[in-house]
């Protein structure tokens, strides 16, 4: 038996959390692990502690039961798809709190935070890992929709360089559950409200590129996007867009999150733009990183961000 399944066993309260800004693999294994205890386990207890992810997400079971509250009574803290204690923000206060507490995860710059890890960084997905961890037979439709959703955001649909045969067997073997994966893919990966595909013609419109094309970027203020949606999480994509375009390398997209900070995404085809992401305080994988600075948007860009794109694109 694995470590994983070895603590549940043991445990009686178990919180599960994952990092802030909760995405389609964050929200995907924590509802899928939540899913699996609460049916194959009698007498747990079991708590989802999360920032409230995206309500295109609800159609997962246990959605509704996300709390963004640390849970402190928990025997056991499981942590899904955070790379660092700071990435759980509020909830990182559990790592202290209980008992036991491990963490799963696939980020390449990822601290072994917890009391015991899993870290894989060759998985497209933490929820690709976390199945390998789970009991096929007591994998329900519940469970297998969850992975499912994460598998196919973090491998942004079968595409990048992460994913591998086995990505694709663990998938076919969750669509045997039987669930709609067309209407998950087009739900939650491609549809955009009408006003949040007009922003992103908006940063389209007014994105530059640098270093002979090799660098395409995009920023928006908080005014601005404000003007058009009523969640950040809307803008998600955005930077997939930027990457698209032809003879881009590394692609860059920033908006105000607050007045005065803002939130940083950074992807390439093949350059790590980890390297650059870690350097500005944040981090994640190769050729998909974030991050989030404060100051103003032209001088961070001047004088931090757009030199070390240079550098990662002349070495
Ligand atoms: P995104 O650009 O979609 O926000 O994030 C891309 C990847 O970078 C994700 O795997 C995410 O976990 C990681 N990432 C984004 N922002 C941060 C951050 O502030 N700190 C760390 N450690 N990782 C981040
Ligand atoms: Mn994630
Ligand atoms: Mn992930």
């Not at 920032?51 to 025997?75: Q, T, W």
């Not at 086995?166 to 969750?174: D, F, K, S």
């Not at 944040?282 to 001088?299: F, K, L, M, P, S």
Request: aromatic share 10%.
């Amino acid at each position: 038996m694995n470590k994983l399944l070895e603590l549940i066993e043991k445990a009686k309260n178990i919180a599960i959390t994952g990092h802030v800004s909760p995405d389609g693999d964050c929200t995907g294994s924590t509802l899928a692990l939540y899913n699996y205890i609460t049916e194959n386990f009698e007498d747990k207890q079991v708590r989802v502690c999360l920032e409230k992810p995206s309500m295109k997400f609800s159609y997962m079971k246990g959605f509704d039961l996300i709390s963004e509250d640390p849970f402190l009574e928990a025997d056991l803290l499981v942590s899904l798809d955070a790379s660092d204690r700071e990435r759980l923000g509020s909830r990182g206060v559990m790592l202290d709190t209980a008992k036991n507490s491990i963490c799963i995860d696939h980020h390449i710059t990822n601290t072994n935070f917890a009391g015991f890890n899993i870290v894989e960084d060759f998985r497209s997905s933490t929820c690709e890992l976390l199945y390998t961890l789970l009991d096929y037979e007591k994998i329900s439709v519940n469970t297998a929709v969850c992975l499912y959703t994460g598998i196919v955001h973090d491998s942004g649909v079968f595409k990048y360089q992460s994913t591998t045969r086995q990505t694709m067997e663990i998938a076919g073997a969750l669509i045997d559950k039987g669930f709609d994966f067309t209407k998950i893919i087009d739900d939650t990966y491609f549809k955009k409200d009408f006003n949040a595909a007009k922003l992103l013609g908006l940063v389209l419109t007014n994105a530059k590129l640098e270093f002979n094309g090799q660098c395409c970027y995009g920023v928006l203020d908080y005014d601005t996007w404000t003007g058009y949606i009523d969640d950040k999480k809307k803008m998600d994509g955005i930077i997939d867009n930027l990457r698209n375009i032809s003879g881009v390398e590394i692609a860059l997209f920033m908006y105000e999150s607050d007045k005065g900070e803002y939130k940083v995404s950074l992807r390439s085809i093949n350059k790590n733009v980890s390297s650059i992401a870690t350097a500005l305080g944040g981090g994640g994988h190769i050729r998909a990183a974030g991050a989030t600075v404060y100051g103003r948007a032209d001088e961070l860009l001047k004088n931090a961000i757009l030199p070390m794109i240079k550098k990662e694109l002349d070495g």
